[in-house]
């Protein structure tokens, strides 16, 4: 089993930051990608950004220059750091991850259950 918990939402003003973490736990042995996608009251999931086991990153253009994603690989948790949020971002923040149960074994997604990010003053 594995399970992905996000922690670090709230209540910020615009202008804003907050940090949110997501971390993994179970029997994992490898990760290929982590992510955070937001899903605004009454639209579809949409991209924020993915960090790969490359250390290469996403991000979508609505965040460039103002989020920042990263991971504590001891810890099997990823960070997003959301810096000069505006009302736009008000959403629940979901994190997945692409990753093998065993090695050379298949690639699962799992989400975590997400966690609620409102902007306003």
């Known amino acids: 089993q594995v399970q992905l918990v996000e922690s670090g939402g709230g209540l910020v003003q615009p202008g804003g930051s907050l940090r949110l973490s997501c971390a993994a736990s179970?029997?994992?042995?490898?990760?290929?990608?982590m992510g955070w996608y937001l899903q605004a009251h009454g639209k579809q999931r949409e991209l924020v950004s993915t960090l790969n086991s490359g250390d290469t990153t996403t991000y979508a253009d609505s965040v460039k220059g103002r989020f920042t994603i990263s991971r504590d690989n001891a810890k099997i948790t990823v960070y997003l750091q959301m810096n000069s949020l505006n009302p736009e971002g008000t959403a629940v923040y979901y994190c997945?991850?692409?990753?093998?149960?065993?090695?050379?074994?298949?690639?699962?997604?799992?989400w975590g259950q997400g966690t609620k990010v409102t902007v306003s003053s």
């Open positions: 179970g029997t994992i042995a490898s990760i290929d990608t």
């Open positions: 997945n991850a692409d990753l093998k149960r065993r090695l050379g074994g298949p690639t699962y997604r799992y």
